[in-house]
C-alpha cells in the first residue's frame, strides 16, 4: 500500500504545484509508514519525473500514452482508479485545479472514496478517519469534515503546506505503467490548443502583482509591469478591469475569475470587494497598496500601504532591482 499523487504536467515537466502535492503526500505517507508513488500522465522526459523523487516520490508510475498529452478528465481518471487498484492506495492526493477537481470525482465515483476538495492543511488522523480543513462561504469561514470512508481521495489546494522548492533526495524510480484505457474517454479529441506564452501562469505564480481601477488607465500598467518584472511575478487584475478591457481577461483574478493561492500577493489600486477577495483568499501573504485608508481590503491584507500608486509602485521597483 501507498500513498499516491496525481501529478499534472505542462509541456512535458512537472507542475510546481504537483511538486507541492508530493511532499504534502510524502508527510502522510510518513505518518502511516508507508511510501509515496506518483502517477504521470502523457509523454514526459524520464529525467523530469525523476524529479519527484527529490519531494518525497520513491517511484513514479508513467503512462506513456501521447492520447493523453491534452487534458482528459475520463481517461486520466480510469488511469487513477486502475493505478489506485494496483498499488492498493488507501489514500490519493490531487492538486487542486479545474482539471484535478474533474478527475477526483469521477475517480472518486469510481473507488468509492470519500473526496475533499480544496483542502488547506495537512489531515488530523485518527485511526482510518482523517479531519481535513477547507475554506467555505468564498474564504469567509472554514469547514472540518471526516473522512472515514476506507479509501480517500485528498484534492488539496497550493499552500495546504510550506513547501521546500530545494527539496533534494534520490531520484524516484520511473516504472512503465500500461493502463487499460477505454475508446470511450476518447470520443471527443482535443485537436490543438492555443496558450498564452511568454508569461508566468497565475495558477502557478509564487509572487502575483494585481491593480485595479485605482492606476485609472491602461496607459498606466507599465508601472506594475515594471514591478512585476523586477520581482519576476505575474500580473492580474480585477473584474472591473477586465471588463474595461484594460487587461485581458484572463488577468481576471476573483470569483468569477481565476482563483490563485501564490505565497505573494500585491494588490494596487483595488478597493476589495468581496468577489475580489474571493479568488485571493488562498494567498499565504496579502500586501494592499491604496490610497483609501478606507478600502475594505486592508481588513484582510497581512501588510498596508496607504498612499499613493503613483509614487509607491516605481519606489518598490527600483528596491525590488536594488536586491538583484
Not at 508527510?27 to 508507508?34: D, H, N
Not at 480517500?152 to 512503465?176: C, F, H, R, W
Request: one cysteine or more; a negative charge.
Amino acid at each position: 500500500m501507498s500513498v499516491l499523487i496525481y501529478i499534472e504536467l505542462d509541456k512535458g515537466s512537472v507542475k510546481k504545484t504537483s511538486f507541492g502535492a508530493i511532499q504534502y503526500g510524502a508527510m502522510i505517507a510518513a505518518k502511516l509508514g508507508t511510501t509515496t508513488t506518483a502517477l504521470s500522465l502523457g509523454t514526459a522526459n524520464s529525467s523530469e519525473l525523476e524529479q519527484a523523487g527529490h519531494h518525497g516520490a520513491a517511484k513514479v508510475l508513467h503512462v506513456a500514452d501521447p492520447r493523453l498529452d491534452h487534458e482528459n478528465s475520463l481517461a486520466y481518471a480510469e488511469a487513477l482508479v486502475q493505478a489506485a487498484e494496483q498499488e492498493e492506495s488507501e489514500v490519493i492526493i490531487i492538486p487542486k485545479s479545474g482539471l484535478g477537481d474533474a478527475v477526483a470525482a469521477r475517480a472518486g465515483a469510481r473507488l468509492k472514496a470519500a473526496v475533499v476538495s480544496g483542502i488547506t492543511g495537512l489531515p488530523e488522523i485518527t485511526g482510518d478517519t482523517f479531519r481535513v480543513t477547507k475554506r467555505i462561504f468564498s474564504g469567509k469561514a472554514f469547514a472540518s469534515i471526516d473522512m472515514a470512508a476506507a479509501r480517500k481521495i485528498l484534492v488539496i489546494q497550493k499552500n495546504a503546506i510550506e513547501t521546500d522548492e530545494n527539496a533534494t533526495g534520490s531520484p524516484a524510480q520511473v516504472e512503465a505503467f500500461s493502463p487499460v484505457l477505454s475508446e470511450a474517454g476518447f470520443k471527443a479529441k482535443v485537436i490543438s490548443t492555443e496558450k498564452v506564452t511568454n508569461e508566468i501562469s497565475l495558477t502557478e505564480a509564487e509572487i502575483i502583482v494585481s491593480g485595479g481601477r485605482g492606476l485609472k488607465g491602461p496607459e498606466n500598467w507599465h508601472l506594475l509591469l515594471d514591478l512585476a518584472s523586477a520581482l519576476g511575478a505575474a500580473t492580474g487584475c480585477s473584474k472591473p478591469v477586465s471588463d474595461l478591457d484594460w487587461r485581458p481577461h484572463h488577468e481576471h483574478i476573483g470569483q468569477t475569475g481565476i482563483k490563485v493561492t501564490p505565497g505573494l500577493y500585491i494588490a494596487c489600486g483595488i478597493s476589495g470587494a468581496i468577489q475580489h477577495l474571493a479568488g485571493v483568499n488562498g494567498s499565504r501573504c496579502i500586501v494592499v497598496i491604496n490610497k483609501d485608508p478606507e478600502a475594505p481590503f486592508f481588513k484582510s491584507a497581512d501588510y498596508g500601504i496607504v498612499g499613493d500608486i503613483f509614487e509607491i509602485l516605481p519606489r518598490l521597483t527600483d528596491a525590488a532591482r536594488k536586491l538583484r
